[in-house]
Each structure stands twice: as C-alpha cells, then as structure tokens.
C-alpha cells in the first residue's frame, strides 16, 4: 500500500512560484513512476507531470513545459513540483500518484489529497 500526502499549494499572483511536495510513505515508493495531475472546477482532470522511479526520465504536458519541473528523493520518499511563471489557468487541485507511469490517469492507482493552487491575475 502506498500513501501520498501534497503540500504547498496557496494563493499567488501571475508570475510567481510555487513548489509543491508530496511525502509518500509505503515499500513501493521507490519502484514506482510519480505523477502530479490537477483538476480545474467543471474540468476533467489533467495530467501535468511524471518522473520515473530512478528520475532520470521526466515528461511533462505542454501546457507547463518550461515552466514546472518535477524532481524526486527516493532516499526522502518525496516528489516536487516546482512551478514557475504561474499563470491564471494553472489554478486547479494538484494531485500526486504513483503507478507504472504515463500521461492517464487511469493508470495510477494511488493518489494523495489533493492540494489547491490559486493564481490571481
């Protein structure tokens, strides 16, 4: 089993950053690819990024690309989300998973909390 708790979220303006963590506890956590989605009020929810288990293959949606970058500990069993030049439309509830990996959500079987993230303009 695995438990993932998000951390970071809050309100910024357009332009500023924000680093988002996720503290995983389980055996698994080393072996698994890591995620982060969101979902926006109305909006399905989205992928934004993945790392693999040994974090030296990163993917990101293209709407972040250049902008967020997600980095992992195993030794700390975390994963980041570093989020730069945030606009209004990233607003939304950010989600870790961890799974086998890939851009669907269907694919992750295990999923935190959710932390919200709110960009004025």
């Known amino acids: 089993q695995v438990q993932l708790v998000e951390s970071g979220g809050g309100l910024v303006q357009a332009g500023d950053s924000l680093r988002l963590s996720c503290a995983v506890s389980?055996?698994?956590?080393?072996?698994?690819?890591m995620a982060w989605f969101r979902q926006a009020p109305g909006r399905q929810r989205e992928f934004v990024a993945v790392?693999?288990?040994?974090?030296?293959?990163?993917y990101y949606a293209d709407s972040v690309k250049g902008r967020f970058t997600v980095s992992r500990d195993n030794a700390k069993n975390t994963v980041d989300l570093q989020m730069n030049s945030l606009k209004p439309e990233d607003t939304a509830v950010y989600y870790c998973?961890?799974?086998?990996?890939?851009?669907?959500?269907?694919?992750?079987?295990?999923w935190g909390q959710g932390t919200q993230v709110t960009v004025s303009s």
């Open positions: 998973a961890a799974g086998p990996g890939g851009d669907s959500a269907q694919r992750y079987a295990f």
């Open positions: 389980g055996r698994t956590f080393s072996t698994n690819a």
């Open positions: 790392i693999s288990w040994g974090g030296g293959a990163k």
